[in-house]
């Protein structure tokens, strides 16, 4: 007997060496659960990688950042003026889609609706990956101890990067969306279709559960539909690269990831939302008017004796200005078909960025004055000496168009507000009528 | 002395000591996770599974083959969110068989590294396939050029490898 063991004493350690992780790792596919505690092996293999990769890509990053802003600034001046211009633009579709996104509010209001919001995020670096093309998931430098937890979503700028699957005490294993035991609820924006999105051994991200018979073209974007009880509803997760019919009834849906799941170096963690009914006093409804006068250049404020006359003398003319009132009278032509009289009559005004004056036209349901302040520059004061445009423009008319206007291109301020801005509206609900102090007596 | 093939009886057998024991895989594991982030096709490599072979294929101990692959395929289990002993069985098995065929060959040549990387690298996956589909219940496809391509370029670094690996051998 003892010849027999010694002589394939070898073969039998590796057997013995083999069933013990074979018994180990069926004890660990039966026990996966939810509340699956971390094994020691983990922690210490975690523990031991882990400070390393976190100081090289502390150095890593230090000498990028010392190259980047301090030596190689090429550029910057030209890239930064093509911001400004990007940052006008994106405001003034802003404008746009925030008249939509206060009609959806309302709506929403009206059938008790709650939405998610995120409410709180924890910025994290990545700071290394699994190593392993069948383990898709990447380590990230904020654990157990700056509040994250398991099945955290994480994202970035540009879309939903993954979910947190183990979390250590300063490091956490976040899994990402193209690894094949993920699984995140989406919908296809443009027709509403709800799948599951999953990752593919070869990496490839695809949308099932969408059946053969529906119309999914190339290039539709696809976003989180909130079904997973994990991502918030609404966040970009990418575009369908490729949709055909699938081997079932289902469609095979690829979808190329919004964010670059490749090259990820800095990711946010969705540490708390929040559910709410959204109110109708949370937006601040911008106008195009408001964006395009603070993008003007600004004018020397006049003397105040001056103001006071000019305000006297043309006070009567802004009397006339016809006021409709309604439920949304930010949205109501203040005047349909501004004569060029009456606007330069009123240009001529003097309107000091008072509270009152600041905000002229609060519609109900619509945000305070003060919330429109905090959003938007202030106005600059015109003077005699300023163009008829632009004495219009440095004013918060108001125009029913002033959105459209803006989404299309069009000066809005060219409708100006005839009403003069620190006068009180006598027919409007909720409208603070406190005079100001150059209005005449 | 040279090593002739399937000369037992003059095989060399090296040992490591314990610092390169130690740090040699933990390095090859860091490098693993960490590669990966700036240089995404890394991930095609496994230099923990290099780093067994050529410790296996150095001391020529069946034992401490196997010993050796099963902790650092342990260790490399640990880094994903797969159950332990996937990375665990394969290379256990890879470093038993690499150790016993070291016994045999001429592991000091260019050609015979090269070819024992190539092989065992479509064993390793092989087992890891197999165990990851069969206990595990992971949908892996299996992509014939996709695994030779693999198996090729990490030959081609086991090569390089373990000529940096034989600074730290030791005769016994």
């Known amino acids: 007997m003892e010849s027999v063991l010694g002589r394939y004493r070898n073969l039998i350690v590796l057997v013995g060496v083999l069933f013990l992780q074979v018994l180990a790792l069926a004890v660990q596919v039966k026990r996966t659960t939810e509340n699956e505690p971390t094994r020691l092996i983990r922690i210490w293999t975690v523990s031991t990688v882990t400070p390393l990769e976190k100081g090289l890509v502390s150095i890593q990053s230090g000498v990028r950042n010392l190259w980047h802003n301090y030596f190689f600034l090429r550029g910057v001046r030209a890239e930064n003026r093509e911001l400004k211009q990007e940052i006008e633009r994106l405001r003034l579709q802003q404008v746009r889609l925030s008249e939509d996104a206060e009609q959806a509010r309302r709506l929403q209001t009206l059938l008790a609706f709650k939405e998610q919001f995120i409410s709180k995020t924890v910025a994290a670096q990545v700071i290394g990956s699994s190593g392993s093309e069948q383990s898709r998931s990447i380590y990230i430098d904020k654990g157990a101890h700056d509040g994250i937890a398991p099945d955290m979503a994480v994202i970035t700028a540009d879309g939903i990067v993954g979910k947190v699957m183990r979390v250590f005490r300063s490091t956490s294993l976040v899994l990402l969306i193209d690894d094949q035991t993920s699984g995140v609820g989406a919908i296809l924006a443009k027709s509403r279709l709800q799948g599951v999105l999953h990752g593919r051994p070869s990496g490839e991200v695809v949308l099932e559960k969408i059946m053969n018979d529906e119309p999914v073209q190339a290039g539709e974007p696809v976003l989180t539909s909130g079904g997973d009880q994990i991502f918030p509803k609404g966040l970009p997760v990418g575009t369908v690269s490729k949709a055909s019919k699938g081997s079932e009834s289902f469609l095979d849906i690829r979808v190329r990831p919004a964010a670059n799941l490749s090259k990820l170096e800095e990711v946010l963690v969705i540490a708390q939302k929040e559910e709410r009914a959204p109110s109708l006093s949370q937006t601040a409804p911008v106008r195009a008017v408001d964006v395009l006068a603070g993008r003007l250049p600004s004018v020397p404020d006049k003397p105040a004796t001056e103001d006071a006359n000019k305000t006297g003398t043309t006070a009567n003319s802004n009397q006339t200005t016809p006021q409709t009132v309604g439920t949304r009278p930010a949205k109501t032509p203040a005047v349909g078909s501004t004569a060029p009289q009456s606007a330069q009559g009123s240009a001529e005004l003097t309107p000091k960025p008072t509270p009152t004056n600041a905000a002229p036209n609060k519609s109900v349901g619509n945000a305070s004055p003060s919330s429109n302040q905090s959003v938007l520059p202030a106005p600059p004061s015109p003077s005699n000496n300023t163009t008829p445009s632009n004495r219009l423009l440095s004013r918060k008319p108001t125009t029913s168009a002033a959105p459209n206007n803006a989404a299309n291109g069009m000066p809005s301020a060219a409708k100006p507000d005839q009403r003069k801005p620190d006068q009180p509206k006598q027919d409007q609900p909720g409208q603070d009528q406190t005079p100001s102090e150059d209005k005449p007596q | ?172």
């Open chain 2, 1 to 172: 002395m040279p090593i002739t093939y399937t000369s037992g009886e003059q095989v060399e057998v090296y040992r490591f000591s314990v610092p390169a024991t130690i740090l040699i895989p933990l390095i090859a594991l860091f490098l693993q996770a960490w590669l990966p982030l700036g240089l995404h096709f890394f991930s095609i490599f496994d230099l923990p599974l290099l780093v067994t072979i050529a410790f296996a294929m150095a001391r020529r101990g069946q034992i401490s083959g196997l010993l050796t692959g099963a902790v650092i395929g342990l260790l490399q289990d640990s880094l994903t969110h797969h159950p332990i002993g996937v990375f665990g069985i394969a290379k256990t098995v890879v470093g038993y068989g690499a150790s016993s065929l070291g016994v045999k060959l001429d592991v000091e040549n260019v050609g015979t590294r090269f070819l024992v990387t190539l092989l065992f690298y479509v064993v390793h996956e092989t087992v890891y396939f197999m165990v990851a589909r069969g206990l595990v219940g992971l949908k892996l496809e299996w992509s014939w050029p996709h695994e030779l391509w693999s198996a090729l370029a990490n030959a081609l670094v086991g090569v390089a490898l373990f000529a940096v690996l034989d600074k730290f051998k030791q005769r016994t």
